[in-house]
């Protein structure tokens, strides 16, 4: 089974992924890694991993749309069974949702249906929350408002800052998104019209 991987910074949660594909526990092959950031760090690691790793900026395209069919095109090119978002920081087009509708899972940092869009640890410490966290959700045309796979949750601490909060919450993010793709490529992750589920139980 095949995964492609789109980023546009660091990649640490490519790199889990890339670590579990090492140790034979992703259940596939991450095949591409594509960036639209030409500095992206995680491109360094997907070389050093010897995996194809292609960089589309979207600066050189007209608009999303244009940019959008561009990325179909790549993606396709790979043919993938899953589409891992990690880390990329652009909205899509109805069109290319639609097109890996049920096969592109995406990690956010916060526990959804809680604090969707940017700044989420920025903006649970302000509402002093007890807890915060991350979770894998299918994309759907709803920006972060797809079901949801599997969430990590941790507690907020007193004392603890944007920082702190931020890499706690990056640690339990490189331990479940490499889980929901090995769900997803063993085929016991499906995405339905009532959401998603496991082994045929609804999550
Ligand atoms: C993560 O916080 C993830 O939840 C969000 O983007 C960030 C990517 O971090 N979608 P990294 O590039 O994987 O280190």
Redesign the pocket.
């Known amino acids: 089974r095949r995964v492609v991987v789109l980023?546009s910074?660091?990649?640490?949660?490519?790199q889990a992924l890339i670590d579990a594909q090492t140790h034979d526990e992703l259940g596939g092959e991450i095949v591409a890694v594509i960036s639209n950031e030409p500095d992206a760090y995680?491109l360094v690691r997907a070389r050093e991993a010897g995996i194809d790793a292609v960089v589309l900026p979207h600066r050189e395209y007209e608009n999303r749309d244009a940019y959008d069919g561009a990325l179909i095109k790549v993606i396709e090119r790979h043919e993938p069974d899953l589409i891992v978002l990690?880390?990329f920081m652009r909205i899509f087009t109805p069109r290319f949702v639609q097109r890996f509708l049920g096969r592109m899972l995406?990690?956010?940092?916060s526990l959804l249906p809680a604090y969707q869009g940017l700044h989420t640890h920025e903006r649970a410490l302000a509402d002093g929350v007890p807890e915060h966290g991350?979770s894998v959700h299918f994309v759907t045309e709803e920006l972060d408002g797809g079901p949801v796979v599997v969430q990590a949750a941790v507690n907020v601490a007193e004392g603890e800052t944007e920082e702190t909060l931020k890499e706690k919450v990056?640690t339990r993010?490189h331990l479940i998104y490499p889980i929901a793709v090995k769900w997803f490529l063993e085929g016991r992750l499906r995405f339905t019209a009532e959401g998603a589920t496991i082994d045929g139980h609804p999550l």
């Open positions: 980023i910074g660091s990649g640490s949660n490519l995680g990690a880390g995406n990690i956010h940092p991350c990056h993010e």
